[in-house]
C-alpha cells in the first residue's frame, strides 16, 4: 500500500513539473500546419501499403466496385479478405499433408505439397471473388424489396395530400435498415446540390448497379413537369414493384419446395429398403 501511494504520488509530482515546464504549441502554429501544403502520395509506407492493396483486390473493375458499394465494403477490407480465403484453402491441404507424411501413412513428396497450397491459394482467391458478389447479389434483391416498400410509403403520403417531392423525403425517414439509409444520403445528397431527388436516386441505382432506381428515375423524367404524371407514375411503379416481389417470393418459395423432393423420395427408397431387405434376405437364402 506505501509502495502504490508513493508511486502514484510521484507520478503526479512528475506530470505537474513536465507540465509547467513544457510550452504549449500556439493556435497559430497548428492553423498554419493545417494549412501548409502536403507533398502528393504520402509516405514511403504508405505507398508500400497502398500497392498491396491494389495488388490483393486484383485488377479494377465497374461490377466489383459495385459489389463493393452496395456491400459497403472498403478495397482494403476486400483485400483482407482475399488474403484471408487464400491463406485459409492453400493452408489447409499443406498443413493436412505434412501432418499425413510426418505420421508415415503416405510419403507425399514436398513439390507435390506445395503444388496443392499454391493451386489451394488461388482458389481462395476466387472464392473471395464469388463470396462478394453473392453477398452483392442478395443485397440486391433486399434492396429491392426496401424500394419497393418505400414507393408504398410515398404513394400513401402522396394520396394523404403530400407534395411529390415532400412524400419522397418524408417517406424515406420511415424505414430502417441499410437499404434506407443509402435511400436517405442519396436524398440528402439531393437535397443539399438542389437537384431532383430521382436523378439522385438514378445515380444511386448506376452506382449499385440496381436497375430499378434507373428505371425510377426515367419514368419520372418520362413523365416530365406535371404533378399529376409524376404522381401516376409513382403509384404505377410501386404497383409493378409489388406485384415483382410477390411474383419472386412465389417463385422463390416454389423452388424451395422443389429441392425438399429429392431429399423426401431418397428417405422412402431408404425406408423401402430398410423394411424389404430382411423379406428379400429370406427369399434369396430359400
Known amino acids: 500500500m506505501m509502495l502504490s501511494v508513493g508511486a502514484l504520488g510521484g507520478l503526479g509530482i512528475a506530470l ?20 501548409r501544403p502536403r507533398v502528393a502520395g504520402a509516405t514511403t509506407g504508405a505507398r508500400g501499403g497502398q500497392n498491396a492493396i491494389m495488388l490483393l483486390a486484383g ?11 452496395i456491400c459497403e465494403r472498403t478495397l482494403a477490407k476486400y483485400a483482407q479478405d482475399r488474403a484471408v480465403f487464400a491463406l485459409m484453402f492453400g493452408a489447409v491441404p499443406f498443413v493436412g499433408g505434412l501432418l499425413v507424411s510426418s505420421l508415415g501413412a503416405i510419403n507425399i513428396p514436398a513439390p507435390l505439397l506445395l503444388l496443392v497450397g499454391l493451386l489451394g491459394a488461388a482458389s481462395g482467391f476466387a ?52 437499404s434506407y439509409r443509402q435511400l436517405r444520403l442519396a436524398l440528402a445528397g439531393a437535397q443539399a446540390r438542389r437537384v431532383a431527388p430521382w436523378r439522385a436516386l438514378g445515380d444511386l441505382g448506376r452506382r449499385l448497379r440496381v436497375p430499378a432506381l434507373e428505371e425510377l428515375e426515367s419514368s ?3 413523365a416530365g413537369e406535371s ?3 409524376v404522381r401516376e407514375s409513382l403509384v404505377s411503379k410501386a404497383k409493378a414493384m409489388r406485384v415483382k416481389d410477390l411474383n419472386e417470393i412465389e417463385s422463390e418459395a416454389q423452388a424451395r419446395s ?16 430398410l423394411v424389404g431387405y430382411p423379406a428379400m434376405s429370406g427369399l434369396a437364402a430359400t
Open 16 to 35: 505537474v513539473v513536465i507540465g509547467a515546464l513544457s510550452t504549449a504549441t500556439p493556435l497559430q502554429a497548428l492553423v498554419d500546419n493545417l494549412h
Open 59 to 69: 485488377r479494377p473493375s465497374p461490377g466489383r466496385d459495385a459489389d463493393l458499394a
Open 127 to 178: 472464392f473471395a471473388v464469388q463470396d462478394l458478389h453473392s453477398d452483392a447479389e442478395r443485397k440486391r434483391r433486399n434492396f429491392g424489396h426496401a424500394l419497393s416498400s418505400y414507393l408504398e410509403l410515398v404513394t400513401i403520403l402522396i394520396a394523404g395530400g403530400r407534395g411529390v417531392e415532400s412524400a419522397l423525403y418524408d417517406a424515406v425517414e420511415l424505414g430502417q435498415g441499410d
Open 220 to 222: 419520372m423524367v418520362l
Open 227 to 229: 404533378g399529376a404524371r
Open 258 to 273: 422443389e429441392t425438399m423432393v429429392l431429399p423426401v423420395v431418397m428417405m422412402f427408397a431408404a425406408f423401402l429398403v
